[in-house]
């Protein structure tokens, strides 16, 4: 064991008990990397592939401090106090979301700086970005996020930590990578409870609802967004990984549709009568896509799965899900 340790690449991955931190460990397993996972839950839908997984408090530097007991190529600082539109946007958990996402940070760049590791990545989101007056074509580029006004103080700390990680890079030589996410969705994501994003809790609702009956969606359903498949993320993840470019860069779709018709396609995959009631509730900015014209010009990289193929995928996981909790 020790012997294999020795010759195989070693890869940290903080947040390796949620969504996208579960997914990127089975990657990294299969690219041939040794992986520690740390995270204070285990991950929720299926074991954990990482050769160990440590759980632990990462706000607790003592506990961050243990992680840190060898060389690593690759750190992924994936944790983050998060959830969907009803924890972000709600306003009750501003305080909390920030001050434990930023305590991670500090934490792990203290740490970083002092021990240096090969190559540290950042997970940033597309809620740092401001919400365009109207839309242009460079809305969304990357330089658009100044003059910052992120859509919520989760975004707030996403954008401040971006500048946290950048300012380590030029001050303590660190070698950074900063993704800027675009609502990434797939099998294994949360999907009830309140922590939940718009596909899994569109799929739920649906699922759950009977023959010929309403569901409801928050808003007038005209807000538009795009969606980005876990494999096609982490496959951009790799890209970035592998390329030497140090700013921050949006990782996401541009494929856009209204929430409308999201939860059109969803009822249409189900195959059930249903219609839609529009209710109040917190919805985020009116428009958000991707803009990858940096990232195909500096990775190559477009996303190029079909919307309907992640839903209808995603949807008949959530309902095997949804089956054993009934
Ligand atoms: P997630 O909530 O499933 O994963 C985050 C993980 O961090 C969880 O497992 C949680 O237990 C862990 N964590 C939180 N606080 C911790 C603490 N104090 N100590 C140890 N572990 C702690 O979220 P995700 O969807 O996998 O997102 C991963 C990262 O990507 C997050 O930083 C998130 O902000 C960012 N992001 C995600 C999306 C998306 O669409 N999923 C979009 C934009 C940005």
Known sequence: MTFTKNLMKRALVLGAGGFIGNHLVKRLRKDGFYVKGADITHPQFSQTEANEFILGDLRDFHFCQTLFDGPYERIYQLAADMGGAGYIFSG???????????QINLNILHLSRERKPGLLFFSSSACIYPDPSEPTPDMYAENTAYPALPDSD???????????????????????RIARFHNIYGPEAIWQGGK??????????????????????????R??????????CLEAIELLMQSSFPHPVNIGSDEM??????TEMTIAISGKKLSIENIKGPTGVETRTSNNTMIKKELGWAPDYPLRKGV???YRWIESQAKQHS
């Open 154 to 176: 989760y975004g707030w700390e996403k954008l401040f930590s971006e500048r946290l990680y950048e300012a380590h890079a030029r001050n303590f030589s660190l070698d950074v």
């Open 223 to 232: 807000q538009t967004r795009s969606f980005l498949y876990i494999d096609k």
């Open 196 to 221: 939940e994003k718009a596909i899994a809790a569109i799929c739920r609702k649906v699922i759950q609802a009977t023959e010929n009956t309403t569901i409801q969606i928050w808003g007038d359903g």
């Open 257 to 262: 549709i209204s929430i409308q018709a999201l």
């Open 92 to 102: 009750e958990n501003d305080a909390t979301i920030m001050s434990n996402s930023v």
């Open 312 to 314: 209808e995928t995603t």
